[in-house]
């Protein structure tokens, strides 16, 4: 299956590889299967006759050293190569008529942490330093002696977490102007005529810099120049935030307040009736930084799986996928069906069941006015895109229109403002009304309930192959481990399949079970 063919592109035109790199292919699998480290994977194939067996190596064969599975995962991400396993896999599982167009798949996501410890903002803009100064200090040591301060031997020879910061407020205000000043010094001088021109292309520099410009802000004051934090409203947003001195692609994201610094893997995979006799296959991973919403990637996920002649004709997601424009594209340009949620359209007024919605309010699209229940009409209207860059019009009635409005209470909760509405193209809201009615019939339910199955998948993929935290530095090796994760779950998918082992049951506490009284 894992021809040495497909891969010839990754190694030179002279000379055999010493390793071949079909078999290194299929290690970087076995190793996902049972969460191995470089080090017990090169082991297995030494030492394990099941390895050797499905490898086609000799008893004798003295295999090769771990550091050649590092080299392998460089090569496949060089040359583009990060979903080839996968697609191969699936290639072969088409053959056998175990994967096919049409049928139903389901998607969704989790997230995933970096390889990286979390630091506070002192310790990651200390560390960030210390970083930069151990890159120059091996670059270009006869340079950096010649200007720096002596002191920083002593301040930045240690890791940042290898001691104690100060606990007093005011003692942790010097220490982060000291760092701060100390940056800035660097960064100049990287920048100066006088130094060579290839230390500003190293990576650590070009993250002090980057970094030192999100976190502080320079001012002069009466002459004097001082230098302080940025505040909360002045950082840039996460999607650009820099998290980690050693890990620049990860990005802070919260969810249901649980923040993380890392990144986010979406899985999908088929979900077909048991009387299709498939088994649940996963077709194709998608990995993002963290700050990636989930319907930015479901055109790629269509993209792809059509280009792999994959694509279902159902597609289950959660209500984080879903949006008008995907229910009105998704069947247009792809023809596949797209079943989910629509988040209601209510206040925590109509809510409660003593308030005005959306549809209390009369638009008039050609005159670009709304009016109110109480009669009164709209100051502003803005045709822009919503926080998932996706069309919408922001109306917003005015504070003094409002303000003494007998039915506030029931129509805003805001005291400093009025009464704002986010409606979608007029096609748009059309779709939004309709699933928010199919949504409720047991039809929709039913087909709906099959989802639920993605969550056993993500879980088999933290449990079996530790995807919770990624295993490599950067996004381009976090994708390739993920798509050794999808593949691995399927080789352990198709041994259970073949072998007819029945699926585990849901586990269900004592406690959810117990029947209590009325």
Known sequence: MFDDEVFRSTFGVRGRPGVSPGQLALVSVLQFTENLTDRQAAHAVRARIDWKYLLGLELADPGFDFTVLTGFRDRLVAHGLEEKVLDLLLERLMELKLVASGGRQRTDSTHVLAAVR??????????????????????????????????????????????????EEDKRVQLTQRIAADGYLVVEAVASPSAPGWLREIPAVTTLRMVWLQQFKRTVIDGVREVAWRGKD???????????????????????????????????????????????????????????????????????????????????????????????????????????????????????GIGFGKTSFTINLAARMATCPNGATSRYWTEGQDNNQRPAIRIRFATETCAPCPLRDQCTSSTRYGRQLTVRPQEQDAVLERVRAEQATDEWKASYAARSGVEGTIHQAIAATGARRTHYIGLSKTRLAHVFTATAINLIRLDAWWNEKPLTRTRTSHLATLVLAA
Request: charged share 25%; proline share 8%; with cysteine.
């Open 234 to 352: 002045d950082l840039p947003p996460s999607r650009m935030r820099i998290t980690s001195p050693y890990e620049p692609d990860s990005r802070n994201a919260v969810k249901r307040g649980s923040a993380w610094d890392g990144y986010k893997v979406h899985f999908s995979e088929t979900c077909d009736a048991p009387e299709s006799g498939r088994p649940h296959m996963i077709t194709h991973v998608v990995t993002t930084d963290a700050t990636v919403g989930d319907p930015v990637v479901v055109d790629e996920i269509h993209d792809r799986l059509d280009d792999k002649d994959l694509l279902p004709s159902e597609h289950l997601m959660d209500a984080g996928y879903i949006s008008a424009e995907l229910l009105l594209t998704a069947p247009a340009d792809y023809g596949v069906r797209v079943i989910g949620p629509v988040r209601p359209n209510n206040t925590r007024q109509t809510a409660q």
């Open 118 to 167: 979390n630091l506070n903002r002192l310790e990651f803009v200390g560390e960030t330093l210390r970083a930069a100064l151990e890159a120059i200090a091996v670059s270009a040591p006869g340079w950096l002696a010649s200007w720096m301060d002596p002191s920083w031997q002593e301040r930045y020879g240690a890791r940042v977490d290898s001691y104690r910061l100060p606990s």
